[in-house]
């Protein structure tokens, strides 16, 4: 049994059946965009700032990591039950309160003495941050007409694309020219703006007071989620078969099954696992977590590809992938309104296209690729990905009755947040069991027994005799600086094995296109109508 989920006022105008078709509410809709964009960006700016906090609390990089790792884990069992949340307190009192929440933890974080403390405020920011997404985009669904979902859904994505980009390079100039205390501070006028913004501009959705939590889904996704994003975060570290990571994967593979087969039978679901039986949603949820590790692909592999290996700083490397962002940005509503107009089929197989192509060339780069040509590179695999990513998301939401978008909001949040998590996890596993290889394999030759060794040992020993290094120091030296060669290569070996896995990964969303195409998400659309027509109240 379904329980029931009230419709917002002008529900079936907006769907597009009947009544004057509405325009883009531009105002309320900006002010969404501020808090995603201040909330996803906060994520990424602090990661410039760590090897700051390890010098100035003294601190060790496992304890440091949990500044990063106690925000993951917090957002990600917040997700779950902000469309409860919104439905019982409605969306606009939810957006306001993880505003207000976000803005609190980012004052605390600015006045921590320590990294307990700076990872116990991170906490109290992530309850905000964690939920700001998924209610702002629930809010979208129910101020928007469908028929400018896309353009709206556009202009809303710049915030989840261009603020990861934007962090690393905001966070290393404010941390460089200023005080590690302003990436924090910076959000404390914005997030009042946007509260103050909210109170006056923004429209409260329906509210069901009657509506009863549902603990036991509340207790199984936090379990669920929680281990499952801590095994992903640690399992390189540990050992993906140690005892701690396998005993944590064991409990959130029972708990999210009990989960999964609580809510199928709850008349009060936490999330409505039946929306899965939508072919359209569940295709659009598959695309979705295959693009987002394409996505990660670019922005987790190239930072460590021009540090490690190329040697830029975390400010240079910042403003290489700048016109990345910018273009995908710039793509974004462009996409929205082709989206409006023709659907996701064409947008989806022509921007992941492009993304797949671009992310095979990749494997070529090397130690001399210039710093011009990748962003080049870059910026044109943007191009694909601000065409696809919305269109991907939006066709499966297009589907979901307007009462029930808050419930699917959460569902597609949940399941682009655990994604994110696998595929960073996945991607670092390939990294480096092909940098193992390829060690292996470039050591062999690089033995006293091999002719070429002592030729190149010796080029090697003469250039440090050229610095004044002789003897056993030149010996020794001139040994590791062709094992560091030898460890240089395989990396670089390693990372082009791994865009072309990358690449294959998101070449599986091309199929999946032709489940998204406009026919068939109308079709959709009045089938799930119809389906859920006795959940609507009678006005």
């Not at 990089?61 to 884990?73: F, R």
């Not at 909210?198 to 996704?221: A, H, I, M, N, W």
């Not at 070449?507 to 079709?523: D, G, I, Q, Y």
Request: include cysteine.
């Amino acid at each position: 049994m379904t329980r029931e989920l009230p419709p917002s006022p002008g529900d079936q105008k907006s769907s597009g059946e009947t009544g004057p078709e509405r325009g883009i509410p531009w105002g309320p809709l900006m002010i969404l965009v501020i808090g995603a964009f201040m909330a996803i960006l906060d994520s990424s700016i602090v990661n410039v700032a760590l090897p700051r906090f390890m010098t100035l609390f003294g601190s060790s990089a496992d304890e440091i990591q949990w500044i990063l790792t106690g925000y993951m884990l917090t957002s990600g069992v917040v997700v779950p039950i902000t469309g409860y949340l919104g439905d019982r307190f409605g969306n606009k009192r939810m957006y306001i309160w993880s505003v207000a929440a976000f803005t609190l933890g980012s004052l605390l974080c600015g006045l921590a003495w320590s990294t307990q403390s700076l990872t116990v405020f991170r906490v109290i920011q992530a309850l905000g941050g964690g939920m700001i997404i998924p209610v702002s985009m629930a809010m979208i669904y129910r101020i928007i007409p469908r028929k400018k979902i896309g353009m709206a859904l556009g202009i809303w994505g710049i915030a989840a694309i261009m603020a990861p980009a934007v962090g690393p390079t905001l966070g290393g100039y404010l941390v460089d020219h200023f005080s590690w205390h302003w990436i924090f501070t910076i959000n404390i006028p914005i997030g009042i703006a946007a509260i103050m913004l909210s109170l006056s501009y923004l429209e409260e959705t329906p509210v069901q007071k009657d509506l009863k939590p549902d603990l036991p889904g509340v207790f199984f996704s936090s379990i669920g989620c929680f281990t499952l994003l801590l095994a992903l975060s640690e399992g390189q570290d540990k050992g993906w078969t140690s005892q701690y990571i396998v005993t944590l994967l064991i409990i959130s593979f029972f708990t999210l099954l009990l989960f999964i087969l609580w809510e199928l039978e709850a008349s009060n679901p936490l999330i409505d696992i039946r929306l899965l039986s939508n072919p359209v949603l569940s295709a659009s949820l598959l695309a979705t977590c295959l693009a987002t590790i394409g996505l990660f692909s670019a922005v987790f592999l190239i930072p460590i590809y021009a540090q490690n290996l190329l040697g830029y700083s975390p400010m240079e490397t910042g403003l290489m992938m700048m016109p990345m962002a910018l273009v995908t940005g710039f793509m974004m509503p462009i996409s929205g309104k082709l989206f409006d107009k023709f659907g996701a089929f064409w947008l989806g197989m022509v921007g992941m296209s492009l993304v797949v192509g671009i992310t095979y060339y990749l494997h070529t780069l090397s130690l001399d690729t210039s710093y011009r040509h990748l962003q080049v590179v870059l910026s044109l695999r943007a191009v694909g990905l601000g065409l696809a990513t919305m269109p991907l998301t939006t066709a499966g939401m297009n589907t979901i009755p307007k009462y029930l978008v808050g419930r699917a909001s959460a569902l597609n949040n949940t399941v682009r947040q655990i994604s994110g998590s696998i595929g960073i996890a996945y991607l670092t596993y390939v990294l480096m069991q092909r940098q193992v290889y390829h060690t292996a394999t470039l050591s062999e030759p690089v033995s006293l027994a091999s002719p070429v060794t002592p030729m190149a040992l010796a080029q090697i020993k003469g250039l440090l005799a050229g610095q004044g290094i002789t003897g056993a120091a030149a010996d020794q030296g001139a040994l590791s600086i062709l094992y560091g060669q030898v460890a240089q290569h395989s990396f670089m070996n390693a990372l082009d094995d791994t865009f072309v896995v990358s690449a294959v990964i998101i070449a599986l969303v091309l199929p999946l296109m032709f489940l998204l195409s406009k026919k068939r998400v109308e079709e959709e659309r009045k089938k799930q109508a119809a389906r859920y027509a006795h959940l609507a109240p009678r006005f």
